[in-house]
């Protein structure tokens, strides 16, 4: 059989190397292997299919040898220091050469830097390895991170981002490096089972920087006395793991031992000081009770004079909603009235328009008649022209006497409450119309006596010029009496007019009435307020006493809290250092800077930030290390103590 491995030069080239290993009886020894016809393809797949074979072989020795041992490896351990030989020569596979002023640097601490920047939880190593003062080389602090890496179980975890950022990667390794194929991956994925070992390195006593990398083939061949020799090794190797067992049982049960003695006198002292607490804890139940009975008699008070307060309250609502009650009474008939007045008015409105209608009528037919008067006195134009201008005249204030009444209806129609004056009124109108037409009347028959006259003036014109121009002085009396009958008119719009300012203020004088009202019901609004406001005084005194029976509960409860934590206290245990890998808070692992520290109340481990706090404990009379979760309860213990 063929086994290949590679080497490296002091120039750090790789160099294939083929080793030919006789064959079993028989075997062809002349025919070419996978492995001889690979290298003359592809030389560097060849150095990764190499190195990927004796990673595997250098942590597949190493997980048997420690497993087989059962002990922690020291740094001293052949196969342990095999492995960190190999994965130097892994990670230094196709590194790029960096030129500087001096030298060349090619070395493997520049792509374990980035670990710090990808996984946040590797600084520690970082800051760790930068402060160990015997290291001077990159090479050698590279070392240190790997058996740092080993120590904390995490060497799988921070070379895996490594691999997956392979843009960064990239400016160290060439394209065809181990760490940049398929390879790296695959180790990545063994280096996961080394996570059983527990290793206990001391990297400050070495000389890293100087170590020359050689691998040492003959730990991987096996022989007939190698295996003979194992057996006996393994033999040795259990007693020793018995007697060292052995050894361990006695040392834990001195420990706890000594430990159960200072828990018992602590316990006693414990004891003791519960006692005392007890005590003041039943004085306090005495006094709390005594409050209690007061407050329950002083809230009896409160409660009589409540009820008293509010019995005078009601009486004074019930005065009060009787008062309201008759004034809304009398408001009521008030607006019942002034409702039948307004239907009243506003029938005796609808008869004032009806006359308004006839008289409306008439002067039409009044127009009429004048007209006709007109085409039978045609042939005396001359002389009655006068007459007919002052008939236009006439004309012309009837109109406006038309118009005004339509103003007035509207007047009527905006106050309702003025048409019953407005009656009185309206029949001296209709009187006044009817002496018109009585006056028209007159007129039309002086009119008949014209015609009969202008016939007699046809027979006799010259001896009736006479009585002619008597009847037109007539006729101009009668045009002045007109004028006299329109200007008394005007004044009774006038005197309409008065009434209606008057009525004006009747309303204005009602709305003041309502606004009374209005102000009538905002005070038994406010007064309902002030009943709502003594229900609520009543509804929060019984809840005082509801709190006041609350704080007494409270109380009961805290002594309860007091018999369980005396009960916690006597079953605490004080934990081991090799039980606890991780802070029971925080849950973060703990390292070599991430120290261990007991909590002396409960005797849990914890990091130093969650235990990070000294209290006097009735065990020791000092202040002592405490956890933030015991710390916190004694804190609320003591304040429950104090008055």
Not at 212 to 240: C, H, P, T
Request: proline share 2%.
């Amino acid at each position: 059989m063929t086994f290949q491995v590679w080497g490296w030069r002091k120039e750090d080239a790789p160099q294939v190397l083929t080793w030919v290993l006789p064959e079993a009886a028989g075997g062809d020894r002349g025919a070419a292997t996978p492995c001889e016809a690979r290298a003359t393809k592809d030389p560097i797949a060849v150095e990764r299919a190499n190195l990927l074979n004796m990673a595997k072989l250098s942590i597949k020795g190493l997980i048997e040898s420690a497993l087989s041992f059962g002990r922690t490896l020291d740094s001293d351990y052949p196969p342990l220091q095999q492995f960190f030989v190999v994965m130097e020569h892994c990670l230094k596979h196709g590194l790029k050469v960096r030129k500087s002023f001096l030298s060349y640097n090619k070395t493997i601490w520049g792509p374990l830097e980035l670990v710090e920047k990808l996984y946040p939880e590797a600084e520690e190593i970082g800051a760790s390895v930068r402060d160990l003062p015997g290291l001077k080389t990159p090479l050698g602090r590279a070392r240190a991170w790997l058996r740092l890496a080993l120590m904390q179980k995490k060497m799988a975890d921070y070379l895996r981002c490594l691999i997956i950022q392979r843009d960064l990667l990239s400016e160290f390794y060439e394209y065809h490096a181990l760490m940049m194929e398929e390879e790296g991956t695959v180790i990545v994925g063994l280096l996961v089972g080394l996570n059983v070992i527990d290793a206990n390195l001391c990297v400050k006593g070495e000389d890293l920087d100087s170590q020359v990398g050689v691998i040492d083939f003959s730990m991987y061949l096996k022989n007939e006395e190698d295996i003979g020799n194992k057996e006996r090794n393994v033999q040795i190797a259990a007693i020793l793991d018995q007697k060292n067992y052995v050894e361990e049982l006695n040392r834990q049960l001195n420990s706890t031992v000594s430990t159960l003695h200072s828990r018992v006198d602590s316990l006693e002292k414990s004891n003791t000081k519960l006692i005392e607490e007890l005590a003041i804890a039943k004085n306090n139940i005495i006094k709390l009770q005594e409050e209690n009975h007061q407050l329950r008699s002083e809230n009896k008070l409160i409660l009589m004079k409540t009820q008293q307060h509010m019995e005078v309250t009601k009486v004074d609502v019930e005065t009060e909603l009787q008062t309201y009650k008759h004034s809304r009474q009398g408001l009521d008939e008030m607006y019942n009235d002034a409702r039948r007045q307004l239907r009243d008015e506003s029938q005796l409105r609808q008869d004032v328009e009806n006359e308004l209608s006839v008289q409306v009528s008439m002067k039409h037919e009044i127009e009429l008649a004048m007209k006709l008067l007109e085409k039978d006195i045609h042939e005396k134009q001359d002389t009655l022209i006068g007459l007919r201008q002052q008939l236009e005249e006439v004309k012309a204030i009837n109109i406006e006497m038309y118009q005004k009444l339509q103003g007035s209806e509207d007047g009527l129609k905006e106050k309702n409450e003025i048409i019953a004056q407005l009656e009185e009124k309206t029949n001296k109108i209709t009187t006044a119309m009817r002496q018109l037409e009585q006056r028209l009347q007159q007129a039309e028959k002086a009119q008949v006596e014209a015609e009969d006259e202008d016939e007699k003036y046809r027979q006799e014109c010259l001896s009736k010029s006479d009585s002619l121009q008597k009847q037109i002085s007539q006729k101009e009396k009668q045009l002045v009496r007109l004028e006299t009958d329109l200007k008394i008119e005007k004044e009774w719009r006038q005197t309409l007019q008065e009434d209606l300012q008057k009525e004006k203020d009747a309303l204005s004088h009602l709305r003041h009435e309502t606004q009374q009202i209005i102000s009538l019901k905002k005070e038994f609004l406010n007064l309902q307020d002030e009943n709502q406001q003594l229900k609520k005084i009543y509804h929060e005194q019984e809840q005082a006493l509801q709190e006041l029976g609350n704080k007494l509960s409270e109380s009961k409860l805290k002594i309860e809290d007091i018999k369980e934590a005396n009960k916690a206290l006597q079953g605490l245990v004080w934990l081991k250092d090799k039980e606890a890998t991780h802070c029971k808070l925080c849950e973060k692992e703990f390292s070599l800077s991430k120290r261990k520290h007991h909590c002396r109340n409960c005797g849990e481990i914890f990091c130093n930030a969650c235990s990070d706090n000294e209290l006097p404990l009735p065990s020791s009379p000092k202040p002592v290390r405490v956890c933030d979760s015991c710390h916190a309860l004694l804190i609320q213990r003591c304040s429950s103590n104090l008055p």
